[in-house]
């Protein structure tokens, strides 16, 4: 008896173990990188074109080969523009100078779309709505420049220069720089992150007691968190309202700071302690925004480890999970922590993002993860590469299907093998195609490219594949016939 259960008890550990390893078909699987400050890439601000380009490719082929499927990508660090803008100048951090172009002339925005398709991946365009200078005492910002044009529109709080989110002009002129993107661009969503309403500083109150004073309303004189989480509001719907009325498939996402508001204040908060909150101090009634459905998604930046006392990450993503709305959730996690030096010893290798992972996968309504941030990866921190490929992230995955797109199902496409090359006729309306492979009894995603062929090279599996062609909704067509590789 005793060695039936040893067995059984075997057995059941060897499958649990399997079943963590195992890939979704489809979870979103992003990486940020952020321009503001050289964080990401550039590494450095001036660098050659040439230098640009193959950092960023260096970039987007680590997160391929990691099995990432999207990228969000900021092109709006402070103000400023790391693409052709009418508006906007070009970024300090690109050329050293802002204002001045790259040279030779190209759009940084516009080759990380191209690379990033080119590799079957989406991108993001990621936007700052209120931040206008970054460290205003030491920038040089250029004659163009909206601050120096119209000084009115701003506020100093802290390092940093802000658009006054109680005018209405901010909410306008924000909702035109994103609507030009989205004409212009051929990108897959629009991103925000954490930066509504400044975070708090210690005994610096935010300056906007004349423009509460002029545009409070209702809520003046008593009411002034109230009236700027309206003013929050009001441009988060204002800008999906511009959004839709151009392209009414895209999404728009959101990545707020992690907690929401805190239960000792609030029933419905997370069981956390956070110092500071979306809706008590960033004004960002994010709740709010899934069930009007001014947004698609929401990706909560849960930075802190499973177990953290005050912000527990377990607490926290369980607490998203019932506080969707039905939007895809994907959570936020913090790559930029790992290091061997930490104080915090769950940082001191990779396996905390991998229990995160396999705490995410399962809670039914969370769809994936976004990590902060690229570098993280192409420094291989803690061998976090190795890492995420051999243990959750073995075979490729699909974006989620977005529910918005209502563009045609893909054909059929007609596969043969030539020699070593996996051939297919391209579809008119594939975005990319997706390769399965079935070995045995088990069928995985063998790739994703936006090729019409692929290499199966030395050292492949043997066994039946066959291919679907996607369209940009993520929606597969019918599959190919089947080829026996041997």
């Known amino acids: ?21 195992k890939s979704p078909k489809r979870e979103m699987r992003a990486v940020w990188i952020a321009t503001v400050d050289n964080i990401d890439w550039p590494s450095k601000s001036g660098l050659s074109v040439e230098e640009q380009k193959k950092e960023l490719i260096a970039h987007l082929d680590q997160h391929k080969k990691n099995g990432m499927n999207t990228i969000i990508f900021q092109i709006r660090p402070a103000t400023d523009a790391f693409y ?20 030779p002339v190209y759009d940084p925005f516009q080759f990380a779309i191209e690379e990033c398709h080119k590799r079957a991946m ?83 109150v935010f300056p906007d007691s004349e423009s509460f004073a002029i545009y409070g309303g209702e809520f003046y004189p ?15 719907k204002q800008i999906n309202d511009t959004i839709k009325s151009i392209k009414p498939w895209m999404p728009f996402g959101i990545s707020p700071f992690g907690v929401w508001r805190n239960k000792s204040v609030d029933k419905s908060g997370s069981g956390t302690q956070a110092g500071q909150t979306n809706y008590d101090d960033l004004y960002a009634d994010v709740l709010l925004w899934l069930k009007e459905d001014w947004i698609d998604y929401v990706a909560p930046q849960i930075y802190w480890h ?90 490729p995955a699909l974006n989620l299907q977005n529910t918005l797109y209502d563009g045609d199902i893909p054909k059929r496409p007609k596969l043969r093998l030539d020699g070593k090359m996996l051939k297919w006729t391209k579809i008119e309306n594939a975005k990319y195609y997706v390769v399965y492979l079935k070995s045995g009894k088990t069928e995985k995603v063998f790739c994703t490219t936006s090729l019409s062929q692929v290499s199966l090279g030395r050292g492949q599996i043997v066994g039946e594949y066959h291919v679907c062609a996607v369209n940009r909704g993520h929606f597969l067509g019918e599959k190919s016939n089947v080829v026996l590789y041997n």
Not at 173 to 189: C, E, F, L, T
Not at 222 to 236: A, F, G, H, L
Request: hydrophobic share 35%; net charge positive; charged share 25%.
């Open 222 to 236: 008593n009411q002034i968190d109230d009236w700027r989480r309206e003013n929050v509001n009001q441009v988060i």
């Open 122 to 204: 989406e991108l993001h365009a990621w936007m700052n709505p209120y931040r206008a200078v970054f460290l205003y005492k030491q920038t040089k910002t250029d004659a163009n420049h909206i601050t120096n044009k119209q000084p009115e529109l701003f506020l100093v709080y802290g390092k940093h220069k802000y658009f006054n989110p109680g005018l209405p002009e901010t909410r306008d002129y924000v909702s035109k720089i994103v609507g030009d993107v989205v004409r212009r661009y051929d990108i897959d969503a629009i991103h925000f992150d954490d930066y509504f309403y400044p975070y708090k500083i210690k005994d610096e």
């Open 1 to 21: 008896m005793k060695k039936l259960i040893a067995i059984v008890l075997l057995f059941l550990f060897t499958f649990g173990a399997f079943a963590k390893r």
């Open 306 to 395: 499973i177990g953290k006392k005050v912000a527990n990450y377990r607490v926290i993503a369980k607490w998203w999970n019932k506080n969707s709305y039905g939007k895809p959730c994907y959570i936020g996690q913090g790559a930029y922590r790992l290091n061997p030096k930490s104080s915090i010893k769950a940082w001191h290798n990779a396996d905390e993002i991998i229990r995160q992972i396999n705490l995410n996968r399962k809670l039914k309504n969370i769809d994936g993860s976004m990590f902060f941030s690229s570098k993280s990866f192409v420094e291989n921190k803690l061998g976090i590469n190795e890492t995420l490929t051999s243990r959750v992230y073995d075979s």
């Open 84 to 103: 052709h803008s009418p508006y906007e100048p070009w970024s300090q951090w690109l050329t050293g100078e802002q204002g001045k172009a790259p040279s």
